[in-house]
T-cell receptor
């Protein structure tokens, strides 16, 4: 089984400031990594995913993440926070549970607050 | 393209009562997932279907939880009887099932057991 650790259950940034949400994974094989966002009372929406192509992945809403194998990290960044970015963010790793089946293991999430 | 549809959105029941959740996945997605999300936590997989077959139900508490996916499309998750600890958001997701495929999530059903 694989695991994901998100450092910081709650992050606050000022509007216009850099957003950095941290994610570290443990995986015995090259991982596929995902970032999802969840707005209140809604399901999860994909922000971006790493599938072993480019290590710098660009997603929706100006977010990007960099896969660093040596650090087993996949941190999420955005240069300038907007009020609408306030939400909960989940990092996840996809792994094989056998016979060609794959499942996601999620981190515990980081709640992002944006201060005007 | 319609997204994953779930109903009801909210459900409040007394403990020991039964409850059922319904999910309609995205058309053409063979793989369907049920997750439970406790407050302040990430989603945890309960069961995964490949078409009609439950291929991973190791995390499903089988003494009180059951699920079905008739005809490989819609799915129903049932709890009988419900316990206080079952209060959570139940999320349904679907995908084409490959490792790199995106899972698309429904809005979830928020269950409160009193």
């Amino acid at each position: 089984a694989q695991s994901v650790t998100q450092l910081g259950s709650h992050v606050s940034v000022s509007e216009g400031a850099l957003v950095l949400l941290r994610c570290n994974y443990s995986s015995s094989v090259p991982p596929y990594l995902f970032w999802y966002v969840q707005y209140p009372n809604q399901g999860l929406q994909l922000l971006l995913k790493y599938t072993s192509a480019a290590t710098l992945v660009k997603g929706i809403n100006g977010f990007e993440a960099e896969f660093k194998k040596s650090e087993t990290s996949f941190h999420l960044t955005k240069p300038s926070a907007h009020m609408s970015d306030a939400a909960e963010y989940f990092c996840a790793v996809s792994w094989s549970s056998g016979a060609g089946s794959y499942q996601l293991t999620f981190g515990k999430g980081t709640k992002l607050s944006v201060i005007p | 393209e319609a997204g994953v549809v779930q109903s009801p959105r909210y459900k409040i029941i007394e403990k020991k009562q039964p409850v059922a959740f319904w999910c309609n996945p995205i058309s053409g997605h063979n793989t369907l997932y049920w997750y439970r999300q406790n407050l302040g936590q990430g989603p945890e997989l309960l069961i995964r279907y490949e078409n009609e077959e439950a291929v991973d139900d190791s995390q499903l508490p089988k003494d009180r939880f059951s699920a079905e996916r008739l005809k490989g499309v819609d799915s129903t998750l049932k709890i009988q009887p419900a316990e206080l600890g079952d209060s959570a958001v139940y999320l349904c997701a679907s995908s084409r099932g490959l490792a790199t495929d995106t899972q698309y999530f429904g809005p979830g059903t928020r269950l409160t057991v009193l």
